[in-house]
């Protein structure tokens, strides 16, 4: 090989590789552990998962406009409630759903506020019964 061919060769090479390098991406560090000792930690969303990766705990910033929000899901995965704030809208409050996912109460910046009668009570008093446990009643 002559050197002026090594001149045309030897730097379309290193252009190659520096292209393929680039277009491969660099990954991202993934961490693997049992336990986690923190002061602070910073990201922008929170996953809990379990093994089968069904979501019970998500945590993170609501898209359009909204601020944070946190949903909470049993263990089947169904949302159970939900703490923030709704997508357009600046306002925080508390969802509750049903067993099956379906929003059934909210509290908002004013009183509790019921989206199904199922739930509302029957007599005059429009404040939210708590029911009575023995532990409670001692």
């Given at each position: 090989?002559?050197?002026?061919?090594?001149?045309?060769?030897?730097?379309?090479?290193?252009?190659?590789?520096?292209?393929?390098?680039?277009?491969a991406g660099?990954?991202?560090?993934?961490?693997?552990?049992?336990?986690?000792?923190?002061?602070?930690?910073?990201?922008?969303?929170?996953?809990?998962?379990?093994?089968?990766?069904?979501v019970l705990?998500?945590m993170g910033?609501?898209?359009?406009?909204?601020?944070?929000?946190?949903?909470?899901?049993?263990?089947?995965?169904?949302?159970?409630?939900?703490?923030?704030?709704?997508?357009?809208?600046?306002?925080?409050?508390?969802?509750?759903?049903?067993?099956?996912?379906?929003?059934?109460?909210?509290?908002?910046?004013?009183?509790?506020?019921?989206?199904?009668?199922?739930?509302?009570?029957?007599?005059?008093?429009?404040?939210?019964?708590?029911?009575?446990?023995?532990?409670?009643?001692?």
């Open positions: 090989m002559t050197s002026r061919e090594r001149w045309t060769v030897y730097p379309l090479l290193l252009l190659a590789i520096g292209l393929a390098v680039r277009a660099i990954a991202e560090p993934e961490l693997v552990t049992d336990s986690l000792n923190a002061a602070q930690i910073r990201c922008r969303e929170l996953l809990v998962e379990t093994e089968d990766g069904t705990i998500h910033r609501v898209v359009n406009g909204g601020g944070g929000r946190i949903e909470i899901k049993d263990a089947s995965g169904t949302d159970t409630i939900a703490i923030g704030t709704r997508p357009g809208d600046r306002e925080g409050r508390i969802d509750y759903f049903d067993t099956d996912g379906q929003p059934a109460a909210e509290s908002g910046d004013t009183a509790l506020r019921r989206n199904t009668s199922k739930y509302a009570r029957r007599d005059s008093n429009p404040q939210p019964s708590v029911p009575k446990t023995d532990a409670l009643s001692n």
